[in-house]
């Protein structure tokens, strides 16, 4: 394996390169503290977070990889390139676009973003092109993926039902939960996958960087990093619940149900870089050339680097300052409020002060809550309404955390969501509709979002129109409407009571949160 580089005149010197990147280092450590709190935002999810604790390796790594070029880098003439400009812009506006809106996944994003069109800006696109790959890896260190947990569930209990019952043993499904003679199984969130997934996503990338130089062989090996971990993760649920099976429930229930999950992905990313090994590549002799640039080529191109530089930093501390003047004026806005309870209309009348069940959605950061139980002749049903008034991280309507039951909640058990369309206000909405068990009743729950007027259940919608008015200068109130009754074995009677009280009851909800909107 060997290297031959043609050492053109006018390659670039020790003192060019070392001018360049000390300065291009204190930008990228500049812009890191001009948005400390997105980049500790991630670091934060690394330590709380199992699922992406490999983000503390990722940095480490890019660095290893760029040292690893420092030979090919030196041949490279750094020369700024104003063209960066433009996406470094765009990338502003993004970060402060999602700051207003507070999407944290975002801003991450841009963050990561932001920095790598920063060294394009300062050093050029040839020497970016050479760092292309540890450049890139940096975004394996953004905590994303957890829209992927319901379909990775769905997918892992299909999987495990089906070779359950190919294996001879009757199954009683319902949702994520299912039934076998020996005991009673679910899958939740830490079953999905997603943490093999993603380590083998990221280590997939590196070994294929390290390991192959033709782009089908390296897509080719991603493309197994993907699929690889969703089909293992399957067989690892079917692996425990028959060793469950075959013990009498006394093995793979605590402790060794995680050790022989992380024993048996160690073992298919094993298999899977066994079999990657079988089209390796030895690099082979690669000749390259430098472009020679005259010294006077050189020294227009970099006359300006130092006022490309601070314009890069001008550019990118606009977006936290305004971020911080606009939430210092919304904070000044904010003010007690109170939500009162929906007048009853017609049929419905006031229910017990106690609620009919022991059960509330799980939401946190609103500005005001209220849960009130109506009757409908001897049927009771509820009404839940959480209340955002400018909301900010932590506070929002749109957040994962806001659930209709948490995971592993000792009551009650989320056995299915579905969107449906409802008529509102005379429209036709989607909205969702959970259905919850526990031991002695059932729930059927619909939910949908009020953002000052307008019906939704889309999250993306619901945060494009919250940009919309926090952009508009508009006051962004925002509200979560809920409604749940009880239903026996089918649900059709319980949909028909929950749609007269949304007939009947939707001009009350509507001015309870009006009202609340003018204090």
């Not at 030979?71 to 063209?83: D, E, F, G, I």
């Not at 993603?198 to 090996?221: C, E, K, N, P």
């Not at 060793?243 to 298919?268: P, Q, R, T």
């Not at 509709?433 to 939704?456: A, C, F, K, V």
């Amino acid at each position: 394996m060997s290297h031959v580089i043609n050492h053109p005149s006018g390659s670039p010197t020790y003192q060019d390169w070392r001018s360049h990147a000390l300065l291009t280092i204190a930008v990228v450590l500049i812009t890191l503290g001009l948005f400390w709190q997105t980049a500790i935002s991630m670091v934060d999810i690394w330590w709380r977070s199992e699922t992406f604790a490999h983000g503390f390796l990722i940095v480490p790594i890019s660095l290893w990889l760029i040292w690893s070029k420092r030979k090919t880098l030196a041949m490279l003439q750094p020369v700024p390139n104003l063209w960066g400009l433009v996406p470094l812009l765009g990338l502003v506006l993004l970060w402060l676009i999602s700051n207003l809106v507070d999407i944290l996944v975002v801003q991450q994003l841009a963050l990561v973003a932001m920095l790598i069109v920063t060294i394009w800006t300062l050093l050029g696109s040839k020497v970016t092109w050479a760092l292309s790959f540890p450049l890139g890896f940096l975004f394996f260190a953004v905590p994303m993926g957890e829209f992927l947990i319901p379909p990775l569930m769905d997918f892992t209990a299909d999987f495990t039902v089906m070779a359950l019952q190919l294996t001879g043993i009757p199954v009683y499904r319902e949702g994520t939960f299912f039934e076998i003679p020996s005991g009673h199984w679910s899958v939740v969130e830490g079953c999905s996958g997603l943490r093999y997934l993603i380590a083998s996503i990221t280590l997939g990338f590196l070994y294929a960087y390290l390991t192959y130089y033709t782009l089908w062989r390296r897509v080719l090996f991603i493309i197994l990093a993907v699929i690889f971990p969703i089909i293992a993760n399957g067989g690892r649920a079917y692996m425990i619940v028959m060793i469950a099976h075959l013990s009498d429930m006394k093995l793979a229930l605590g402790v060794d149900h995680y050790i022989y999950g992380w024993v048996f992905f160690g073992i298919v990313m094993l298999l899977l870089f066994w079999i990657g090994n079988f089209w390796r590549e030895d690099r082979d002799q690669i000749v390259r050339s430098v472009e020679a640039m005259s010294a006077s080529t050189v020294a227009d191109k970099n006359k300006n680097f130092l006022l490309i530089a601070l314009g890069c930093l001008v550019l990118v501390s606009v977006a936290p300052v305004s971020a911080y003047i606009y939430q210092r004026d919304s904070n000044a806005e904010n003010a007690m409020v109170t939500l009162e309870a929906p007048e009853p209309i017609g049929i419905w009348q006031p229910g017990s002060p106690t609620p009919a069940w022991n059960w509330k959605p799980h939401y946190l950061g609103m500005s005001a809550e209220l849960q009130q139980t109506y009757m409908y002749g001897d049927q009771p049903a509820n009404i839940y309404l959480a209340y955002y008034r400018n909301q900010h991280q932590d506070a929002e309507l749109v957040n994962s955390q806001n659930v209709m039951v948490p995971q592993k909640d000792l009551r009650w058990s989320n056995i299915g969501e579905k969107k449906i369309a409802i008529s509102l206000a005379g429209e036709s909405v989607e909205i969702r509709q959970t259905q919850l068990r526990s031991e002695d009743e059932n729930l059927l729950i619909w939910d949908w979002y009020w953002l000052d007027g307008t019906y939704t259940s889309n999250p993306y919608i619901a945060k494009l129109i919250e940009a919309r008015d926090r952009l508009s200068g508009k006051q962004h109130n925002a509200a979560s409407i809920i409604i749940a009754t009880r239903y026996d074995e089918k649900i059709q009677s319980a949909a028909v009571v929950l749609q007269e009280m949304i007939a009947t009851m939707l001009p009350s909800i509507e001015a309870s949160l009006k009202q609340a909107s003018k204090q």
